[in-house]
């Protein structure tokens, strides 16, 4: 399966049982011939959880990445966590969506902000809450990065017993009461922190939902894509939140930390945005968006897959993957760049880096 997301010439399972007749790869990869048949019947008696051990162990010999203004120094592990659809075959029933001629599986994430890395996934149907999935897997010590599709209040304070802390955006329509108003340092200020305040969240009948009062702050900031030109429709997204093409917006953030600066908390939501950048190198790059497998089970494991592939990239270059990166690495795989020159780009990207910081 590695295999086939380091080689494009491979595009499907067909391809993959073909290259396993190539002694070549029989032999650097020690494998055997392998039937199609087999293949196809792998897809369903393998246990994806068998890799999970593997992932668990790669991500934790990857080191964090360098961040300015406090990042590094955060008590918790920062992970952003959402999900992305993989549209399936109407024949596929186990994958609920639409409609019966639609259908769609989820990949649910965890995404280490700090390293660069995924380092958890579920495969489910594309109808499942991804609340009660993110709820299903909750840890203590980690500091969840969230979008407004999460702010179900119980579900917050459920993150605050375990314990744990989010950073979450709110619907601008959100309804509280301020407590206090607390002062906003000129930093906060020059980052386009409007207001910073203590408050119970949540309407009246609502309020009992929290254990405890929570910390808002609203940020106002210019969406660089739209002064610069670039068209965005307005729609409404499928987690019911507004998004409008205007270049001038306002974003309300909760948390329950009391303790980290107003600056602090946007900079780590603005983060959240990596785990996007990854699903578009998941589907796009990796090429997850054409399935191999049918089942539920099939899927998990080219996800799972696909993670690992990610992370060995990441611990070979010691950042994070790029479309030229991936391609260098392809083409030493099929024996077009030599190693000196593959080792040659790596380095050159240190460089980069080095002079960036």
């Known amino acids: ?3 086939y997301f380091f080689n494009p010439t491979l595009t499907g399972l067909r391809s993959i049982q073909h290259a396993s007749t190539l002694k070549n790869v029989q032999t650097k990869l020690g494998i055997k011939r392998t039937s199609l048949g087999s293949m196809s019947e792998a897809s369903h008696i393998f246990d994806p959880q068998l890799l999970t051990p593997i992932i668990c162990e790669l991500a934790q010999e990857v080191n964090p990445l360098k961040f300015q203004n406090g990042l590094n120094n955060l008590d918790m592990t920062l992970v952003a966590v959402d999900g992305t659809l993989l549209k399936a075959l109407p024949k596929m029933l186990w994958a609920l969506w639409l409609d019966e001629d639609h259908r769609a599986a989820k990949v649910h994430l965890e995404f280490d902000i700090l390293k660069g890395i995924p380092i958890q996934a579920q495969v489910t149907h594309a109808n499942k809450s991804e609340i009660a999935q993110l709820e299903s897997t909750l840890a203590p010590g980690k500091l969840y990065c969230l979008d ?3 702010g179900e209040y119980r579900f917050l304070d459920k993150i605050i017993q375990q314990p744990s802390s989010f950073v979450m955006r709110l619907r601008d329509n959100a309804s509280y009461e301020t407590i206090e108003e607390r002062t906003l340092s000129e930093a906060d200020r020059k980052v386009g922190i409007e207001f910073d305040r203590v408050v119970w969240l949540g309407s009246k009948q609502k309020r009992n939902n929290f254990s405890k009062p929570m910390r808002i702050i609203q940020l106002h900031y210019y969406d660089v894509r739209a002064l610069l030109g670039h068209k965005r429709k307005s729609r409404v997204s499928s ?3 507004f998004r409008t ?7 309300l953030i909760a948390t329950d930390r009391m303790d980290l600066s107003a600056e602090l908390i946007g900079l780590i939501y603005r983060y959240r945005w990596q785990i996007e950048l990854f699903f578009r190198w998941f589907k796009c790059i990796l090429g997850c968006q054409h399935l191999l497998a049918l089942s539920q089970n099939g899927i998990t494991i080219q996800v799972y897959c696909a993670l690992i592939a990610s992370l060995l990239i990441r611990l070979w270059t010691g950042r994070k993957p790029t479309k030229r ?3 260098m690495i392809c083409l030493y795989f099929q024996g077009w760049a030599s ?8 380095e050159g990207l240190k460089s980069q880096d080095q002079k960036q910081q």
């Open 339 to 346: 190693l000196e020159e593959l080792i040659g780009h790596i």
């Open 245 to 251: 093409r205007s270049a001038e917006q306002t974003l």
């Open 239 to 241: 987690k019911k939140t």
């Open 148 to 150: 407004a599709g999460y």
């Open 1 to 3: 399966m590695l295999l």
């Open 325 to 327: 990166t991936f391609e």
